[in-house]
């Protein structure tokens, strides 16, 4: 193999596990210990830079940086690192004094924005800073899109989503609310020098089974129904509840309606329970609400009497892999009926994009969906940029975040006059720790169970849908939790030149990660380390030729960052190098005044 260049950023923060996981790369370690050392102002900011939501996405995000947590691999449960941001906005106190001011001057350059999520917001967030006059427009009273009308009061309080918005708002954009754009060509021909659509994904898709006509009173499509809710065009849901679908969409209705007079909710699947796409966190609250999930049932159509609906019957069916697509094969059993007196159907959303004309530049692919650059976010049309849900379907927050950060810095190359290709780079720095000369014991790991969020008992919580369900945590609680990190961004590395093949990090090496053998081959030098390195989505550290001719190789994925390779160094070859990522931003970025104290602690 090829030795591994740590001068380039890739593979160190690869190693950061969580912080990769995050498509906006929020630098968890980072916060995680300004939490720990009580700076929560400071690990909110950080959260800040790189999320722009920390208190909703505290509470909502998809979390894909936990299953990559370090910690989950050493114990049951990862380090609880989105409660952990929502512990730092809990506890910041007044951080308006560390945001950025509203620019001096304008440039000049106006920019519409439409619809008023998360991506639009992010957009916003960088480029008003930079002088650019941004106008948000979106059909709802209010700015917050999807976060505020589609997720309910129970795991969002309004207050939250206004402060976080207000925000943005606040560094001088402008937000339109009841104006919906039915026009695309007729917002260009209004002279905005460029514009982004973050309109997200608000269609919900319909189930076209027989029954549906007939019971289309009762018959409720999810996405829209949740919205009604904020809306307060609803109030009230039959008694005996059908969810249909396993996405968080589905465990926002089905938990929404035990909330509003549903006694028996059911929330029914075509899959497994465990291959569900709600995560299992999600599926263990609704569970613990007295909601029913039964799995492998394909509906098949809606019953129904004198006009009402009456129940669903659905087909029992197991899943068939082939060529790594699932494919649903009936088993033989009878079908199954489940009375009910109303149906959420929520089996998925998408764009909906009526509003723009399809001849104004703007080529759509096969799927009628945009066709939009992955890099720059750019469309067929020179200044037309899509992000979020709209770009290419429903995700989540922090993804439609990072396309916000993503189309800043191309809206912002493009009215700058420069090349959109030659996009600034991530910012990195290295910070090396002293070790003590003197080696100490080798630690023990000791297992730190996760600690749970506090819950408000079951009746209290089910009986008011605007009532917040997790309380979050105490300090105490956050605390001890931030104390759970592994410190992933603790970097070993590794200097060849001067390293005397002492195998002294060989011997004392916890985990069996560092081996000094013969290079050759990927595969074949994964199976002979001292622990096979099985895991190959995790690069391996690889030095250039020791003395001997040997190699040094580290299995990144089962180091545990505990510093003794260094401790017990004679040569000084191994160091710990504290590793920050801070992604690139439009502009100089959107950095909070407090920016020194944030990155260089």
């Not at 309004?158 to 919906?180: A, H, K, P, Q, S």
């Not at 940029?385 to 396309?403: L, Q, R, W």
């Not at 100490?440 to 009532?467: D, F, G, Y």
């Not at 180091?559 to 992604?583: I, S, V």
Request: glycine letters at 8%; a neutral charge; charged letters at 25%.
């Amino acid at each position: 193999m090829k030795p591994t260049d740590p001068s380039t950023p890739r593979h160190f923060h690869k190693v950061v596990d969580c912080q990769w996981a995050c498509p906006a790369h929020t630098p968890v370690p980072h916060y995680i210990r300004l939490i720990a050392e009580g700076r929560y102002a400071e690990a909110y900011m950080a959260n800040w830079e790189a999320n722009v939501f920390p208190g909703i996405l505290g509470r909502t995000c998809d979390r894909p940086c936990e299953p990559a947590c370090r910690r989950g691999r050493i114990e049951k449960e990862p380090v609880a690192i989105c409660r952990l941001k929502r512990a730092a906005a809990d506890y910041k106190g007044d951080i308006r004094p560390l945001l950025p001011d509203r620019a001096a001057t304008a440039n000049g350059k106006p920019i519409a924005l439409v619809g008023a999520g998360p991506a639009s917001l992010t957009v916003a967030r960088d480029l008003a800073p930079l002088g650019y006059r941004c106008v948000i427009f979106d059909q709802d009273p209010k700015a917050g899109g999807m976060m505020r009308t589609r997720i309910p009061r129970f795991r969002v309080p309004e207050e939250v989503i206004d402060e976080e918005v207000g925000y943005v708002v606040d560094l001088g954009v402008e937000v339109r609310g009841n104006t919906r754009i039915d026009s695309l060509k007729a917002l260009l021909a209004e002279g905005w020098d460029a514009v982004f659509i973050g309109a997200g994904a608000p269609r919900g898709q319909d189930l076209d089974i027989p029954g549906r006509k007939e019971g289309a009173a009762n018959i409720h499509i999810g996405v829209e129904w949740l919205a009604n809710i904020w809306f307060q065009h609803i109030h009230r849901i039959g008694r005996r509840v059908v969810v249909i679908g396993g996405g968080n969409t589905a465990m926002d209705c089905c938990r929404s309606a035990r909330r509003l007079g549903g006694e028996e909710v059911t929330v029914v699947v075509r899959s497994s329970a465990a291959a569900m796409k709600a995560a299992a966190w999600e599926r263990d609250t609704v569970l613990g609400e007295g909601i029913a999930i039964c799995d492998n049932l394909v509906p098949k159509h809606f019953t129904h009497q004198n006009g009402r609906l009456t129940g669903v019957t659905f087909e029992p069916v197991r899943s068939v892999y082939e060529n790594g697509r699932r494919r649903l094969v009936p088993t033989g059993e009878p079908l199954r009926h489940i009375p009910c007196d109303d149906v959420l159907v929520a089996i998925g959303q998408e764009p909906a994009f009526p509003w723009i004309e399809r001849d104004i530049g703007i080529e759509f692919d096969a799927r009628n969906m945009p066709k939009v650059d992955p890099e720059t976010f750019r469309s067929t049309h020179p200044k037309v940029f899509i992000g979020g849900d709209a770009a290419f379907g429903g995700k989540n927050i922090i993804t439609a975040v990072a396309h916000g950060h993503a189309a800043a810095i191309s809206i912002d190359l493009l009215l700058q006059g420069a090349n959109m290709a030659e996009r600034p780079t991530d910012m990195v720095t290295l910070v090396t720790h002293r070790m003590p000369k003197l080696p100490r014991h080798i630690p023990k790991i000791s297992p730190k169970e996760r600690h749970a969020v506090q819950l408000r008992p079951t009746v209290e919580a089910l009986a008011n849908i605007n009532l917040e369900v997790e309380v979050g945590f105490d300090i105490e609680h956050a605390l001890a939790e931030a104390g759970r990190c592994l410190n992933c961004d603790h970097e070993t590395v590794f200097t060849a030149s001067i390293c005397v093949e002492c195998k002294a990090c060989e011997t004392v090496c916890p985990t069996d990660c560092i081996t000094f053998t013969k290079n050759g081959e990927e595969a074949d030098l994964r199976k002979r380390l001292r622990a096979p390195a099985e895991n190959t989505d995790q690069d391996l550290y690889v030095s250039g030729s020791l003395l001997t001719g040997r190699v040094m190789v580290k299995d990144e994925d089962i180091c545990l960052h505990c510093g003794l390779c260094a401790e017990n160094c004679p040569t000084g070859a191994w160091q710990m190098q504290t590793f920050l990522l801070k992604t690139a931003h439009a502009g100089a970025g959107c950095p909070a005044k407090a920016q020194g104290a944030a990155i260089h602690a």
